[in-house]
């Protein structure tokens, strides 16, 4: 498995990454943090939505999670032990503006201090993202993202962020998957705050791809040089059988990939998805004079985070409702997924990841980094170890996916595996583990998988084997 090629190794006995290649795990705040109610945290919608009964999946909530908010120093060593170059992660904005406005916490603030103090002293480098789902539930109170407030308020809170850690922190994110934040959170409700509005969920997504360029202008004003600045989108890489498929594929791509991507690159709404979903009322009627160029504002890379193709075909009736958190589709059908399945009944295609990064290349033109990746299994530890065989291939295989898009010229920066640690996975709670380390609620004792030692593994040789899973 040795090779002494400097480039990326194709031909050899291993895929190797370029040099200076990104590696990293990530997670998010209200994931993993615990401690919801220290050190004068504001409650956030997550709170709000897990009290509510039904909501999630086993009544679970934010407490304790992984008690990460106790336990960081611990959990940065392990980072160290496995060799990781950078570490994705959120701020919660309740702990910092626990009333998502005006005053200022000072504890929530030193949490941050702390734990981007631990990164550094180990060499890790800290890539922040403001913004990953908890918005304070103050906010949501008048609106949320429903309301066009809130996108000023969100750049008054990343640019004091931003003040506060700019000294130490190069590397910003603002949104991470406003989709998810405006459909799941709006459109069908599955996510909090569990509106069931599509309308509005549409006016949220405005208000969201708002707040992140008015974001992106606080820091950049304030900014050194080698600050970077980015956004995070979930797409979907959508399979169709044949032709008859494609009007169905082309509406799923306009919701879920280009009407975020086409204003982000200055090319504003795309046309159809706004007359595909006019019938539900003009949600466009909140974009004012000047919004398109704030959210087209220049950013440096873009995050990917990718789990699974979508397989979509045409509905009998082209205008009935498809339903589900796509605000307006009609005429879609969404089809079971084929082959091997993860723990979320996601199917596991590798190729959706190499033609999803080839497609952002001519479409974004900019870096591109995988911001997520990664599988839910039901893991269990026996004799001291996670021999999670099903995960391992899972993060292989999509490395060697990732790898295939470089060698086609696709300019990506670097890889973080979701997640870090087992953690709360949103409406499933703590039932799907995505960690490469696995996390015991009860003891809170962390034990690093298989998966983790594959990709420890992967980071010390900054390559993945051409073929086969055979790593220490
Ligand atoms: C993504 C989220 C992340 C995690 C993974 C499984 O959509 O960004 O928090 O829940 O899915």
Redesign the pocket.
């Known amino acids: 498995m040795t090779t002494t090629d400097p480039g990326t190794g194709v031909g050899q006995d291993v895929l190797r990454f370029p040099p200076g290649f990104r590696w990293g795990a990530a997670t998010?705040s209200f994931?993993i943090e615990g401690a919801t109610a220290e050190d004068g945290r504001g409650p956030s919608i997550w709170d709000t939505f897990a009290a509510r009964p039904g909501a999630v999946r086993g009544g679970d909530t934010g407490d304790p999670a992984c008690d990460h908010y106790h336990r960081y120093p611990a959990d940065v060593e392990l980072m160290a032990e496995l060799g990781l170059g950078a570490y994705r992660f959120s701020l919660a904005w309740p702990r910092i503006q626990p009333l998502g406005a005006g005053r200022v916490e000072p504890r929530g603030l030193a949490f941050y201090d702390r734990l981007v103090d631990e990164l550094l002293g180990k060499g890790i480098e800290p890539v922040v993202t403001l913004y990953?789902?908890d918005l304070p539930q103050a906010l949501e109170d008048r609106g949320g993202w429903r309301d066009r407030d809130t996108a000023h308020r969100f750049a008054e809170y990343a640019a004091l962020a931003h003040e506060h850690l700019g000294d130490r922190v190069r590397s910003w994110t603002t949104l991470?998957?406003p989709w998810?934040s405006a459909f799941l959170g709006y459109a069908n409700g599955v996510h909090a705050p569990g509106v069931v509005d599509p309308k509005a969920s549409l006016e949220a997504a405005h208000h969201l791809l708002l707040g992140h360029g008015l974001a992106v202008r606080a820091m950049r004003a304030r900014a050194s040089a080698d600050h970077r600045f980015s956004i995070v989108l979930?797409f979907g890489a959508l399979d169709v059988d044949d032709d008859s498929a494609l009007d169905a594929a082309r509406k799923v791509d306009g919701l879920q990939n280009r009407l975020f991507l086409d204003p982000l690159g200055g090319r504003g709404y795309p046309r159809d998805v706004v007359e595909d979903t006019a019938w539900l009322g003009d949600w466009t009627a909140v974009v004012r004079d000047g919004d398109l160029d704030v959210i087209a504002t220049p950013i440096d890379w873009m995050g990917v985070?990718y789990?699974a193709p979508t397989r979509v075909a045409a509905a009998a009736d082209p205008l009935v409702v498809t339903g589900g958190p796509f605000p307006g589709l009609r005429g879609v059908e969404f089809l079971p997924p084929r082959g091997e399945v993860t723990g979320?009944n996601w199917e596991i295609d590798p190729t959706g990841l190499t033609r999803l990064l080839q497609r952002l290349q001519r479409d974004v033109g900019l870096p591109l980094v995988v911001t997520?990746n990664?599988s839910?299994f039901p893991d269990v530890v026996e004799g001291g170890e996670v021999v999670d065989l099903a995960r391992t291939r899972y993060l292989v295989d999509h490395l060697r996916a990732v790898h295939a898009a470089i060698a086609a010229g696709v300019d990506v920066r670097g890889y973080f595996a979701?997640?870090l640690l087992d953690n709360f996975?949103?409406a499933e709670g703590y039932s799907q583990r995505?960690g490469i380390v696995h996390v015991d609620y009860g003891t809170q004792v962390r034990t690093v998988k298989r998966s983790g030692r594959a990709l420890a593994a992967v980071i010390g040789a900054n390559a993945v084997p051409t073929t086969g899973y055979d790593l220490p």
Request: charged share 15%; with cysteine.
């Open positions: 998010a994931q990953h789902w991470n998957e998810c979930n985070n789990y979320m997520e990664g839910a979701w997640s996975e949103w995505f």
